[in-house]
């Protein structure tokens, strides 16, 4: 039976080389690869549960899961969205998810990364200026 996933882009790492690969187990022990965009896959008859992750090294991360009951002649259409960052759930469901999570984690830990220095210099400064 066909089924449809539409997966957004994968977590991003920075720096790190390659995004992880996302993946979604289908049936204990099968599991397919995702890649950014529409998903073709073949799913057996019946309820299951689908998991959905992203592969950081060891470790499986942004995961999400998704009770579905597969029907003959009734194409499934799913959503995965990876979170921005590593430290964050995934979201699948069966319409438009919006925005993918862990964007306010994201903007912090960039804000942080960017106003840390400004401060330093700051009270560098500061403290150069009462001397």
């Known amino acids: 039976m066909p089924a449809y996933v ?5 977590i991003f790492t920075g720096a790190y080389g390659r995004p992880p690969a996302m993946y979604v187990e289908v049936a204990p022990g099968r599991i397919v690869q995702l890649r950014p965009g529409r998903n073709e896959l073949e799913l057996p008859c ?15 991360v942004g995961r999400a899961e998704l009770d579905v009951d597969a029907r003959p002649g009734q ?13 964050s759930r995934g979201r ?7 925005r993918r999570p862990g964007a306010a984690a994201a903007a912090m830990i960039l804000g ?6 400004l401060a330093l210099v700051g009270i560098f400064l500061l403290i150069r200026a009462l001397s």
């Not at 194409?75 to 960052?85: K, S, V």
Request: aromatic share 24%; hydrophobic share 45%; proline share 9%.
């Open 75 to 87: 194409p499934l259409w799913l959503h995965y969205a990876a979170p921005y960052l590593i430290y």
């Open 6 to 10: 539409d997966a957004s882009d994968p």
């Open 112 to 117: 942080s990364a960017l106003l840390l220095p």
């Open 92 to 98: 699948a469901g069966f319409g438009q998810l919006g």
């Open 46 to 60: 019946g309820r299951r549960r689908l998991r959905f992750y992203s592969q950081y090294w060891f470790f499986q």
